[in-house]
């Protein structure tokens, strides 16, 4: 017999029972179907589809708050929203106010409203603030103080000094860049110098002695997220002082606009559009604010570049009417080593006898109407109380140190009258010598030198009016004999202790306790900048700031704020007539300054 297979063809099971098991799988096959696919379109339509709703809202409230801030998108995001930048636009130099680097969404409810639905706060974070935090870690000294330096291509300092012979028309600069800028060691012919720590000092050489100093500086660092404040070294009167004299504006201007084309490619630049930085001329002001593109006009442009104006500019004279600038002091012929050196010649100045009431050594200036030179000269030489030292052309004694540094040792007060510009550095050689200025134009001191000298002028000065001299109203002699002696010994105390703040010292080492000049206008730099960025932070930036009056600014005492009619302002006041302005008039005293240089004047 033949055996029945034991398990039937699919053709005889479709043949049996009309095909009723196979029916049965297929419907339960299709219903899984269908409900599998019911779930997809369900998950599909109902949640998923919502999202990119709430995504794109959630984005676009995102590329709202980024453009309010002017923040880049970030790559691959979608800008069809925003303008596309104006090209013009592009090619202004950075902004001048910190932008901010990062954007924090946040989400607070109204009363009553659902948490989704809250407008986004934005919260800026600036890049500054990293190098603001570090004055809060107790630990680390240099806290608050660090300094950033930008290393400059060697044309715009070092390869300057390789050609020495050509800083100056008329005298070779070469023998004061010795000695790290401080010049060839003087002798003690007069016996008025102490042992150590004087110089044949140029008094145009502070770019050299402060970048010197600056290499010194215990707080460098080479992170400049940390720094508070950006030094540029670029010696800034070397480079002008080889072509004031027959040069064209183009060569007069090529270092100066070279070096804000390499200044403003870099990151550092950027945080704050170079408002944390700063730089250093040993020159007035007036060779750098050159107002015309007139080639008969005086010196360069570097003051007046839009992104200059955003740097501070450390010079031996400023501009009373401009705020991107400051003064320090011109350099005398004191550079101690040692804080012994400075207390031994302190207590020196204070034991000297001095014979002589007043002094004044100086040149009369015939060609200028307003100087009051002359009249100082005739009282000087009618008085028997005072000593005389002219130093007109052919005059070597007022070109010997000893011997200016003697007559000023002698004396009680020190006539300090303005010299081709406001300024002279006689001014700090007599006061490192003990001796009281007597001023007659509050520019040539009172508002200059506000980081370094009290802004009480009467502490350590006497101030006479310039017009109390051209009228022949006041006695010089008469007004300074009307003076108490106690007082004029608790000025001449005041000056004294002075000493350290108005002298710098030897850029090799470092003095242990005091702060000299150098010290004092680098802790004025990092005051500024750390404020400026507060300020921007909480939003309180001084919007009304009037720069024509920024003389009045730096006379404020700390928490003042506010500006209002002066004493002086007839002694700054800007002619009116033919649209005068008062830099025109400095300009040719700077012009006229040269004359001094070319007779080895101080």
């Known amino acids: 017999m033949r055996r029945r297979p034991v398990l039937p063809s699919h053709h005889d099971d479709m043949e049996k029972g009309g095909g009723k098991p196979a029916s049965s799988r297929l419907c339960f096959l299709a219903t899984l179907c269908a409900m599998f696919w019911v779930l997809i379109f369900y998950f599909h339509f109902a949640v998923v589809s919502n999202e990119p709703e709430a995504s794109a809202a959630q984005a676009g409230r995102v590329r709202i708050a980024r453009a309010r801030l002017q923040l880049p998108e970030p790559d691959g995001a979608a ?28 989400e607070k409810p109204a009363a009553g409203a659902r948490e989704e639905d809250a407008p986004p706060k934005v919260v800026a974070s600036y890049p500054f603030e990293r190098a603001l935090k570090t004055a809060e870690n107790k630990s680390d000294p240099c806290g608050g103080r660090y300094i950033y330096v ?66 010194q500086y215990e707080c460098l660092t080479k992170d400049s997220s940390i720094a508070a404040a950006v030094f540029v070294p670029f ?22 606009l070279d070096l804000v084309d390499w ?29 015309t593109e007139e080639e008969s006009d005086w010196g360069s442009k570097l003051l007046f570049l839009p992104a200059a104006k955003n740097m501070s500019m450390l010079v031996v004279e400023s501009s009373p009417w401009n705020s991107n600038d400051f003064g320090i002091p011109y350099p005398t012929y004191f550079h101690p080593a040692k804080d012994v050196d400075v207390f031994l010649w302190q207590d020196r100045m204070r034991s000297l006898e001095r014979p002589w009431l007043f002094s004044f050594a100086g040149a ?47 004396s009680l007060f020190c006539l300090q009258p303005q010299g081709d510009s406001y300024t002279r550095r006689s001014a700090f050689d007599s006061m490192l010598a003990g001796c009281i200025p007597v001023f ?32 022949r109203n006041v006695s010089i002699e008469e007004r300074l004999k009307g003076i108490h002696p106690d007082v004029v010994k608790n000025m001449r105390e005041e000056v004294i202790n002075l000493i350290p703040r108005v002298i710098y010292a030897d850029p090799r080492s470092k003095l242990e306790t005091l702060k000299d000049a150098f010290d004092v206008s680098i802790e004025a ?50 002619p009116k007539e033919k649209g005068g302005d008062p830099s025109s008039s400095s300009a040719e005293a700077a012009k006229n300054s040269w004359k001094s240089e070319q007779r080895g004047q101080n």
């Open 79 to 106: 800008r069809r929203d925003l303008p596309l930048a104006s090209p013009a636009r592009a090619l202004e130099p950075p902004p001048p106010v910190a932008r901010p680097e990062e954007v924090v969404v946040e």
């Open 263 to 291: 200044l403003m490619k870099k990151p550092e630049w950027n945080v704050m559009g170079g408002r944390d930085h700063f730089l250093v001329a040993g020159r007035i002001t007036w060779d750098f604010r050159r107002l």
């Open 525 to 574: 730099i990092i005051n500024k900048v750390t404020k400026l960025r507060r300020d921007i932070i909480t939003g309180q930036e001084d919007k009304d700031f009037i720069e024509e009056n920024s003389w009045k600014y730096s006379l404020l005492e700390d928490g003042q704020w506010t500006i209002g009619p002066h004493e002086w302002d007839p002694f700054f006041s800007k």
């Open 364 to 410: 009369p200036r015939p060609g200028d109407p307003m100087s009051i030179r002359g009249q100082l000269i005739d009282q000087c030489r009618s008085s028997s109380v005072c000593k005389l030292l002219e130093c007109d052309l052919g005059e070597s004694k007022c070109h010997s140190p000893s011997t200016i540094m003697k007559m000023f040792q002698s």
């Open 150 to 215: 930008h290393e400059l291509p060697p044309r715009f300092n070092e390869d300057m000094l390789r050609d020495c012979e050509k800083l100056s028309v008329w005298t070779n600069m070469c023998r004061f860049m010795s000695n790290d800028g401080l010049g060839p060691p003087l002798s003690d012919e007069e016996g008025v110098f102490s042992s150590t720590g004087w110089y044949g000092t140029n008094q145009f050489s502070v770019d050299v002695i402060f970048g010197n100093r600056m290499k």
């Open 235 to 256: 010696y800034a009167g070397f480079d002008i002082a080889r072509y004031l004299w027959g040069y064209n504006i183009s060569t007069r201007d090529a270092a100066s």
């Open 440 to 471: 007659f134009h509050p520019g040539s001191a009172y508002v200059q030198y506000t980081r370094h000298l009290p802004k009480n002028y009467t502490r350590y000065s006497v101030f006479i009016p310039e017009d109390d001299i051209r009228t």
